[in-house]
């Protein structure tokens, strides 16, 4: 790893929401948590990018000043390069140069654990590295992890071999394809058990991972940083009146996520796109948070999510003096507890809107599907004849189903109530 980076941002654009400081102040928390000091940081505004360099000659001068009185071999560009740009930009700096998408893709390779992640990480690197022809795709077999974008001496100009790289880009895809088969036979396990499957979602380090903890009474890692979770997590989710649901916890999102990572990462969003409710955690406390909600609004609509419902949870209120006067949200602290009534409360709510009102008729002896029905169900009425019970109950579709194969369906009629609020 090279111990010490400059981190560049430029500013070819304005941003409306959020700051270049900001911006900037990202790039460098991205980059420390791969272990890289920065000494030395730059904002430089690009009023007409150079095709060949992006940045002009007297930036190129200045940086290449702060590198040597830095002693640093690692200029960190914080947006998209060309690969032409990349390479002249390493010959005229004699430093090492990765964009935004080489970091991430960095920190990704290095903290993924499970098979399906390793290879979401591995294919997205290749896609990328494909373009560019200027690093060795045998990086994928390092122990240590990562994507390989700060490998040793001598592989920033090794020539990867186009065949090569496309192989292996078959076989993980292939190996991907399987773990989406496996992943839609879960899912469809899951439907015939009456847990709705609720998905966190939210900008990194925005406290997905602690809200999931505090929820489910679970002890997943949890730490201050950019990226702390990249597998999905999942876990029983116990809900006010007794009901339970299934809470998946996922990787959290960031602005401008490089698209080999979206499309790698499609199985794993796949669990949002499943879900029946989808919490947006925010960090309220953040001076970007609206910046952050917009890019994480526009991933869910790429997943084509609009459809699903969404309640948006505003986090870390604990370290506000006074809640945002615009509403809109369920004000929460994941780490002192403050607000999570509240907010199973609702997600009760919600789940229930997408229950479906069914009318059973029942005989007395039938005790055991009455049983199922208050236990799985919300019941709204019951009446007792002398030879027949009449019940409304409200169900999951699935539930709904479920009785049905399990009861005797043709004793039970729906009626056409649905999506009706308790």
């Given at each position: ?11 070819v ?30 904002i ?19 940086v ?21 740009q ?73 020539e ?26 879960q ?10 499957v609720?998905a ?5 380090n ?46 959290g ?8 990572l979206?499309?790698a ?37 790429d ?53 479906t ?25 019951r ?27 043709e ?12």
């Amino acid at each position: 790893m090279t111990e010490a980076a400059l981190v560049v941002h430029p500013v070819v654009r304005k941003d409306t929401l959020r700051a270049p400081e900001a911006r900037l102040a990202e790039a460098v928390r991205l980059t420390k948590s791969i272990g890289v000091k920065v000494p030395a940081t730059r904002i430089v505004r690009v009023a007409r990018p150079r095709p060949a360099t992006l940045f002009g000659a007297g930036v190129i001068e200045d940086v290449q000043d702060v590198l040597a009185e830095k002693e640093a071999a690692l200029v960190v560009v914080d947006g998209a390069l060309t690969p032409v740009q990349q390479r002249n930009l390493e010959r005229a700096w004699d430093a090492k140069v990765i964009d935004r998408t080489a970091l991430i893709l960095e920190i990704f390779g290095a903290r993924a654990r499970t098979r399906e992640g390793v290879l979401q990480v591995d294919l997205a690197a290749l896609s990328y590295q494909r373009t560019r022809l200027v690093r060795s795709w045998t990086h994928l077999e390092r122990q240590q992890g990562g994507a390989g974008f700060l490998g040793g001496p001598g592989e920033a100009q090794i020539e990867i071999d186009r065949r090569l790289i496309d192989e292996k880009i078959v076989k993980l895809k292939r190996q991907l394809e399987e773990v989406r088969r496996t992943r839609s036979i879960q899912r469809w396990a899951r439907r015939r058990v009456p847990f709705p499957v609720v998905a966190l979602v939210g900008y990194t380090n925005a406290g997905k991972s602690t809200l999931f903890n505090r929820l489910t009474g679970s002890d997943v890692l949890a730490q201050d940083q950019l990226f702390a979770t990249l597998d999905p997590i999942m876990r029983r989710l116990d809900l006010p009146s007794g009901r339970r649901a299934i809470l998946s916890d996922t990787v959290g999102f960031i602005s401008d996520l490089p698209p080999q990572l979206v499309a790698a990462f499609r199985a794993t969003l796949e669990e949002v796109v499943e879900a029946e409710l989808v919490l947006h955690v925010r960090d309220i406390a953040d001076p970007d948070t609206a910046a952050q909600k917009q890019d994480v609004d526009l991933v869910l609509d790429d997943l084509d999510t609009h459809l699903t419902p969404r309640l948006e949870i505003w986090n870390k209120i604990d370290l506000l003096e006074a809640l945002p006067g615009n509403g809109g949200g369920i004000p929460v602290s994941a780490m002192t507890g403050q607000g999570i009534r509240d907010l199973l409360e609702a997600v009760e709510v919600e789940l229930s809107c997408s229950q479906t009102v069914s009318e059973f008729v029942l005989e007395p002896k039938d005790g055991a599907a009455i049983a199922w029905l208050y236990r799985h169900g919300d019941v709204r009425r019951r009446e007792d004849g002398e030879n027949r019970i009449s019940m409304t109950v409200a169900l999951d579709p699935a539930d709904h189903a479920r009785f049905e194969r399990r009861f005797q369906p043709e004793r039970s009629s729906l009626t056409p109530a649905s999506r009706s609020k308790r």
